[in-house]
């Protein structure tokens, strides 16, 4: 089936933000005691949406759960100061999406992250105007791994999901894309997302690959 629609996640994929959400989350962690390790934040926090790392923070370690939206609240803060101060366009990005969007592809982005996490970052990437629309762990009542984003991505671009190609990079997105029924390019970095690396996955799913 002929791709038509292309869906990215965000954090290592359009924008290489993981350690700035690991600092920040480790930041306020502090405040109360605790701290995570960045081989558990890469390994078993990857993708998930700080409210589930909390819950699951406090379900293993004892952090209070009373203090969940004081600390989310904290960590989205110090987020959005790495994002004004590290966050800018890349060339190899932008050359990717506009010559997609040139080319009639339908783009999204489907993330785990906060709606203004989402939006700051596709602004200051410069990657807005190739999109269709995007999605936060805010649009939906399920977070990735539950494939909830992705079908709804799905759905608004009006595709059948074997005509989307979803770009992730870790294990709770790339379950949630296949459960979707989407064919899944996987990047080990955002480095990885070219215009040549998506037109070969494009090509290696019409020919029946998969993902």
Excluded at 119 to 143: E, G, H, R, W
Aim: with cysteine.
């Amino acid at each position: 089936m002929k791709i038509k629609g292309i869906i990215f996640d965000m954090d290592g994929v359009l924008i290489e933000a993981k350690e700035w959400h690991y600092e920040a989350l480790n930041k306020v962690l502090a405040l109360f005691g605790y701290e995570i390790s960045r081989y558990d934040h890469l390994v078993t926090y990857d993708g998930l949406p700080t409210s589930d790392k909390l819950k699951m923070i406090s379900r293993e370690r004892g952090l209070p759960q009373g203090l969940h939206p004081y600390i989310n609240m904290l960590k989205q803060e110090y987020t959005a100061e790495k994002i004004y101060r590290y966050c800018h366009p890349l060339f190899v990005h932008e050359f990717a999406l506009s010559r997609l969007n040139a080319e009639g592809y339908k783009l999204a982005v489907a993330s785990n992250s906060i709606r203004d996490t989402v939006d700051i970052m596709m602004k200051k990437a410069n990657l807005t105007p190739y999109l269709q629309f995007s999605l936060s762990n805010q649009d939906v009542k399920k977070a990735k791994p539950d494939p909830e984003i992705y079908n709804t991505a799905i759905a608004k671009l009006g595709f059948p999901p074997r005509a989307c190609l979803v770009v992730e990079d870790n294990k709770n997105g790339i379950q949630a894309a296949e459960s979707a029924g989407a064919n899944v390019m996987k990047v080990d970095t955002v480095y990885d997302v070219t215009y040549e690396n998506i037109v070969e996955s494009i090509k290696h799913a019409e020919s029946g690959g998969g993902g």
